[in-house]
């Protein structure tokens, strides 16, 4: 008995120093400023110099978490179960959003370097008059691939992902519109097809496509395809930006048919808890310097017309990377398709991973 | 004995563990079973469920998962026989658990490398002369990492029963001149049966719901029931799909637990065993 009470006694001595420790910890850590807010964005898809360069002229200390799709990034903000100050959908995510009510109107008036942000990238369909979202980075969806080791093949169109020698080459993201999305671009269809005739030809059509996959993976691809583990990738154009970085024989490019045009953007959800320091941090990333810095950083295409010219011309003048208005227009935008639709779209995904030819 | 009757006060935090973190999370997961996207209710979620998509998911899960425990004790059975056997029997347990106290997805990763074209598997392989052989995402791949990180967890029930075998028994055996295999066949694989009971049941239940290695190491080309929740929950938020595919997991693993749990008599005679 007395051994017994001894080790509780003991446990209860050791909890308590750490619970104690735990307590000095925090505190030194959030104790200048106004406060801190909680920033929930993609996986590397912000200079952290930035947020250390933020926290210093504002006092203000910001929590990082990343999430790896806009679903489960709405989950978790519909849940509430951590109070998000700022997040960065995509342009669908939002529609979903707003009519969710899980947004909060953005004050303009807090957000003077507005100013910089491009026209075009204003006032788009889904959030009219930029009520609710600032645009953050946007881009496009392709082919990312590497001609040192396919012996000059070039991906003009989709169909050429299913040329024969590329048996075990390719390696698709793991996103069901996009993949989908994909199928159906490569057959003349919109990628934002509720036909669920157009959607069973696509995804049966994608089906043939599997002597090709190497693997449906994420964040890793730009690891892959550095490596040269992989010679081709169906991805986003910043993670191809990610990867030419370090591997300079990797090219992108677009296909004819068309393809997906998305805009990432800044928002304030409804279970914010620091409203002001949020407008701060949205108006910090859009300052002209700041937001050149954040691009050079991440890859992606800057929507701040202001940061454009102080970054290389090179690479803003790359239209792979920086499409001209005319390219853009054979170039499609997620629409919200609505729950039931996008189980449809996620159960054909299923589908085709698990009925790939061999 | 009014012990026994009337349940002592100092289990009550234990009723209420169990209620709270036991049977009321498994009867919401019921509970969301039976509600569509709108949250209203509906049997279809258990209709879809026998659709051709998710029962021959159902079954890849279990051949998968048949063929990771199969392996594992295939391997784990002759390493904690002859655990039972060395000098320091505590040290060498203790090295084969360490790798279990590191992180899953580091030890996946690892395995990305280990794995890779230009990785040392693939240089090994070089070096005995044959080309680069695609070794990541495939079924190899996938069942080699499965069984590693399985394999504590099967070694460790299996050591205990052996070690608690009464060595005067295997002496007695041999006394009344059994040969090696039939002392094994007949004593001790009949008393270590409840160590590797435990073990099929700590590492087939969770392989049949395995998903970060699907992804990591086998690329997505292996769909098991685990891939198919994850999706439903976080990208479809099809709440009751997933609950519903939850709901068939908890059967199934009630029925493995009911195949594989200790049978009375195997209890009573390792008890006296001791």
Known sequence: MKGIVRASAAIVIISAILFYAVHLLESSTATSGSGSISVYNWGEYIDTDLIDQFEEETGIQVIYETFDSNESMMTKIEQGGTSYDVAMPSEYAIEKMKENDLLLPIDHSKIPNLKNIDPYFLDLPFDPGNEYSIPYFWGTVGIAYNPTLLEGQTFESWDDLWNPTLEQEVILVDSAREVIGMGLNSLGYSLNSTDLGELREATDKLKTLGPNVKAIIGDEIVEMMRREEAAVAVTWSGQAADMMWINEDIDYAVPEEGSNLWFDNMIIPSTAGNVDGAHQFINFMLDAEVSAQNADYVGYSSPNAAALELMDPEVTGDERFYPTERMRDRLEVYENLGLEMLGVYNELFLEFKMDMEK | ?274
Do not use: C
């Not at chain 2, 280990?114 to 791949?141: K, R, V």
């Open chain 2, 1 to 274: 004995m009014t012990n026994r009757s009337s349940r002592p006060w100092y289990l009550a935090p234990y009723y209420i563990w169990i209620a709270l973190f036991v049977i009321a999370p498994i009867a919401l997961v019921v509970y969301f079973s039976f509600l569509d996207l709108a949250g209203d209710f509906t049997l279809e979620n258990y209709a879809n469920f026998f659709s051709s998509t998710y029962f021959r998911m159902t079954l890849s899960s279990f051949w998968y998962a048949f063929l990771i425990t199969l392996i594992s004790v295939l391997i784990a059975y002759p390493t904690a026989y002859w655990l039972t056997k060395t000098k320091h029997k505590q040290l060498w347990l203790l090295l084969i658990i360490i790798p279990s106290w590191i992180n899953l997805l580091l030890k996946a990763y690892a395995f990305i490398g280990i794995f890779g074209l230009y990785g040392p598997a693939n240089q090994l392989i070089q070096f005995f002369g044959s080309g680069p052989l695609q070794i990541l995402f495939t079924d190899f791949s996938f069942i080699f990492v499965a069984v590693y990180i399985f394999i504590p967890f099967m070694v460790l029930p299996i050591f205990n029963s052996l070690d608690k075998i009464n060595p005067a028994l295997i002496d007695a055996s041999r006394d009344l001149g059994a040969s090696q295999w039939t002392t094994f066949r007949r004593v001790i694989f009949p008393l270590a049966i409840n160590g590797v009971k435990s073990g099929v049941q700590a590492v087939f239940i969770p392989a049949l719901s395995l998903f970060v290695i699907t992804r990591l190491i086998a690329g997505n080309k292996v769909i098991t029931l685990g891939t198919a929740i994850e999706q439903q929950f976080l990208v479809t938020q099809n709440w009751g799909m997933g609950s519903t595919i939850a709901v068939f997991l908890i059967l199934f693993m009630i029925i493995i637990m009911l195949l594989t749990g200790p049978k009375e008599k195997g209890g009573a005679l390792n008890g006296k065993a001791k």
